[in-house]
């Protein structure tokens, strides 16, 4: 991960997008996939108190890019370091590789690495309303990650047997994965570029660094990233019918009300 640059004059005007690379899909121990999530119940733990102090720094983070026009140094690293620690615990839970991830920020043997420039300039109108700017992107986020979790007991069996990943999984899951490390980047202002990137990169948008950089998807993949949003509307749909069933359910006098007047007789 490049480290901040705070003091350097910025020549280069192309906006930077947070980078994920990963390793090409690989064979898997079948027991630490059956076993994933209860292996990293542990992480989960740490990573949820972490994620309160990630909220802190955030919060303190934002007074600071709002008057200076950048993240505060302090601020830039602590949450860099968070969001590569989140990325390889998603990533194992996701299927992704296998190894499992080391309880510290800073861990270059890990397969699993991002890039982010958190010393860049950032717009401070941007930063003012950035919780109502990234409400577009935290609605494709969730739809990505419900639709992928609507399925994720067909790819854990499927991993489970073949003992692998197969390539066109393997790829929408990066797209679901790398938009969810911008989607975060960008909330904790560890950038100024807007998610983008769902559906991959162009086949020449930059020299290959590893299989997911860039991230060129086949029509498998993209079909895959299709069905993800399709199923997530559709989680979402059945959610909201059921809150109203159940709200229904609990005020059974609103329905007698209504249905009062229509009553026709003694």
Do not use: C
Not at 61 to 90: C, H, I, K, Q
Not at 205 to 232: D, F, H, M
């Amino acid at each position: 991960m490049e480290q901040p640059r705070w003091d350097v004059p910025v020549v280069d005007r192309t906006e930077f997008r947070p980078a994920l690379d990963l390793p090409p899909s690989a064979r898997q121990n079948r027991l630490t996939v059956l076993l994933r999530l209860l292996l990293l119940i542990p992480q989960l733990i740490v990573l949820w108190l972490l994620s309160i102090v990630a909220f802190v720094v955030t919060v303190i983070g934002w007074f600071g890019a709002l008057f200076t026009g950048r993240l505060p140094r302090f601020a830039a690293e602590w949450l860099s370091g968070f969001l590569v620690y989140d990325t390889r615990v998603y990533a194992s839970m996701l299927l992704m590789v296998d190894r499992y991830p080391p309880f510290r920020f800073a861990a270059p043997e890990h397969p699993v690495r991002i890039e982010v420039r958190p010393g860049e300039p950032l717009n401070r109108l941007a930063v003012f309303f950035r919780l109502l700017l990234v409400v577009p992107a935290a609605i494709v986020q969730g739809l990505l990650q419900a639709g992928w979790w609507s399925l994720s007991v067909i790819h854990w069996l499927v991993v489970l047997v073949m003992g692998r990943m197969p390539q066109a999984l393997f790829e929408a899951t990066a797209a679901v994965l790398r938009y969810r490390v911008r989607f975060e980047a960008y909330l904790m202002m560890l950038t100024s570029s807007y998610p983008v990137g769902v559906f991959g990169d162009p086949p020449n948008a930059e020299p290959q660094r590893s299989a997911t950089r860039p991230l060129v998807l086949t029509g498998a993949a993209k079909a895959l990233l299709v069905i993800y949003l399709v199923l997530g509307v559709a989680s979402w749909a059945a959610g909201s019918a059921s809150d109203e069933w159940h709200s229904e359910d609990d005020n059974p006098g609103d329905v007698v009300t209504t249905l009062a007047p229509l009553r026709v007789g003694p």
